[in-house]
């Protein structure tokens, strides 16, 4: 077992979001945990093939662990929140399986 990169952190004031995307670039299985703190946001998640939708909130202190295939079926985005002006700081580990 490998140990996670990190921190990234990103600090954002007011509601920007990040449109889907999804981390298959960091090989197979890779896992990732976000720290969210400050202001709450909705992360969505969306299924490549059937387009289904899933929203979870992260509120203040939210640990969000993404891991095992999920970037394979997943793509995730932040959302747009317009009357936000509340800051929001969050913290992002990624661990990636080294090649056999």
């Not at 394979?72 to 992002?92: C, D, F, I, V, W």
């Amino acid at each position: 077992m490998g140990t996670y990169s990190g921190p990234f952190i990103s600090k954002v004031t007011g509601g920007p979001g990040v449109t889907y995307y999804n981390e298959k670039t960091l090989g197979p299985n890779p896992s990732i945990a976000s720290i969210s703190l400050g202001a709450e946001r909705t992360f969505e998640l969306k299924h490549l093939s059937t387009g289904q939708k899933k929203s979870i909130v992260l509120a203040h202190g939210s640990l969000l662990h993404m891991h095992g295939p999920l970037q394979h079926h997943y793509k995730h985005q932040l959302p747009k929140k317009r009357a936000l002006t509340e800051a929001r700081l969050n913290l992002t580990f990624r661990w990636v399986q080294p090649s056999v």
